[in-house]
């Protein structure tokens, strides 16, 4: 399956500022999904992009996706103490629908 | 609705021991998953499966078995139980349809 690199692995911001974290893959990717996990949950899924350079919003949310399919961003604007989690990267990839997931990104956001 | 059921939501094995974890989604999705989290290390694949009676192994599928016998189910299987087992397993679901995967409450195993 396809491999995707995440940065940062921790972000600690406070609250109010900005956060964004960045996936990154060697090959170029059919689609990249965005996951949220709260402290002690399971992953929620956000959103999926397909398109070369989408952009999509949810609220405060802003995700992108490169023009070469190659890298995506999650960015969020003037956190709140309720975006405390960790955001994963996933692609799926293959005829099976393997789901890959990047390592994460660890948000704390202090009051 | 209830999406993906797992059971248990604990359990605590003793080094050698099997057991098997299960997982129901009631979504008629096609494809299935096993994660298992460990801290930093995020979501690993064990095993996948795209459709009844198919399965494919993850990253990290040694010491595990799945079986996929209907499409609402997808069970993972520790035959003999070891420390490194010791994780936090999630199941998941996802349709054909490009939308993203429902995830179970997840089962936290220790391995004593």
């Known amino acids: 399956g396809q491999q995707v690199m995440q940065i940062p692995q921790y972000q600690h911001v406070q609250e109010g500022e900005d956060f964004t974290t960045y996936c990154n893959s060697s090959?170029?990717?059919?689609?990249i999904q965005w996951y949220k996990q709260r402290p002690g949950g399971h992953p929620v899924f956000l959103i999926q992009?397909?398109?070369?350079?989408e952009v999509k919003k949810q609220k405060r949310l802003t995700f992108q996706f490169g023009e070469a399919k190659k890298n995506s961003s999650l960015h969020i604007t003037a956190t709140q103490t309720t975006d405390v989690g960790t955001y994963f990267c996933?692609?799926?990839?293959?005829?099976?629908?393997?789901?890959?997931f990047g390592s994460g990104t660890q948000l704390t956001v202090l009051p | 609705n209830a999406g993906v059921t797992q059971t248990p939501k604990f359990q605590v094995l003793k080094t050698g021991q099997s057991m098997t974890l299960q997982c129901a989604q009631d979504?008629?999705?096609?494809?299935m998953y096993w994660y298992r989290q460990d801290p930093g290390m995020g979501l690993r694949l064990i095993y996948y499966?795209?459709?009844?009676?198919?399965?494919d192994k993850g990253e990290v599928p040694n010491g595990y078995n799945v079986s996929r016998l209907n499409k609402r189910e997808f069970s993972l299987r520790l035959e003999s139980a070891a420390p490194s087992q010791t994780s936090v397993y999630f199941c998941?679901?996802?349709?054909?349809?490009?939308?993203?995967?429902?995830f179970g409450q997840g089962t936290r195993l220790t391995v004593v």
């Open positions: 499966s795209a459709s009844e009676g198919t399965t």
């Open positions: 992009l397909v398109k070369s350079g």
């Open positions: 996933a692609v799926v990839s293959g005829s099976a629908r393997q789901l890959t």
């Open positions: 090959t170029t990717l059919s689609n």
């Open positions: 979504m008629n999705h096609n494809s």
């Open positions: 998941a679901s996802i349709s054909g349809q490009p939308f993203g995967a429902f």
